[in-house]
């Protein structure tokens, strides 16, 4: 079952060309997501009553960390699928992804310390969920700089991979930072949906905008794990001919 698995969906040719059906579709699906949630937060959800019209950047800001760990967890399981099962996608996956989750990082915090000028009246504070976010962009950084030091490919995903696994401690800790310490930072967002306590108006823009930047991360994945693959397999036998054609 992993042999077929492998062979039809894993393996580096398999990939390449089923990555190419996928890349038109996540394309469409984040067009729409997009369009819907940039317009609608923008729009057609009301001002908050307290924020005023400030409350938007939620729709960036929110999407941008969520997504920011969504591609942090991702990596962690390309590293145990790396050690585990040697699979070279998930190594190259899980290399392909830090410098995006590095971008959404720093877009998180950029956007957050927008947000807390008005309403916290500085651009900056040591506040727990600010600071473990900011632990999450070096984490980023030091898997970048790791890969890029260590010349041998297979030390290089391996010692990657380790990285991953340990510093995915930190995403609890984002998470439950506001639940733990008394912090600045307002609550979980995310939590709200159950109960609901955001209004659907606010609420059905910013799932869209999540749901857009997480099409977004993958979208730009799969083309960047195209690219790696040409690189790394570039003698194989099947690049020759794809290159031929």
């Keep these: 079952m992993w042999h077929w698995l492998n062979q039809k969906f894993l393996a580096p040719k398999s990939f390449y ?37 400030g409350f938007r950047i939620i729709y960036v800001h929110v999407p941008s960390a969520f997504t920011a760990m969504a591609i942090y967890f991702s990596m962690a399981v390309f590293a145990v699928f790396t050690l585990v099962f040697r699979v070279k996608v998930a190594a190259i996956g899980m290399s392909c992804s830090a410098k995006i989750g590095a971008w959404f990082t720093f877009l998180a915090l950029i956007t957050g310390s927008i947000w807390g000028k008005p309403m916290w009246g500085t651009w900056w504070i040591w506040d727990a969920r600010l600071t473990s976010v900011l632990i999450l962009l070096f984490l980023y950084f030091g898997f970048i700089a790791l890969q890029s030091v260590i010349p041998n490919q297979q030390t290089r995903d391996r010692a990657g991979a380790l990285m991953a696994i340990v510093g995915v401690i930190n995403l609890p800790i984002i998470h439950y930072s506001v ?65 031929h054609e």
């Design 17 to 53: 060309a089923n990555s190419a059906k996928l890349i038109p579709w996540i394309a469409l699906a984040f067009a729409l997501c997009f369009s819907y949630g940039l317009f609608a937060g923008l729009f057609i959800a009301p001002a908050d009553y307290q924020q005023g019209d």
């Design 179 to 243: 639940i733990w310490w008394n912090t600045l930072h307002q609550g979980p967002t995310l939590s709200k949906f159950a109960k609901p306590s955001i209004a659907p108006a606010m609420l059905y823009p910013l799932l869209a905008m999540i749901a857009a930047f997480l099409l977004f991360y993958a979208l730009t994945l799969l083309l960047r794990m195209r690219n790696q693959i040409l690189l790394r397999e570039i003698n194989s036998q099947w690049v020759a001919e794809l290159i």
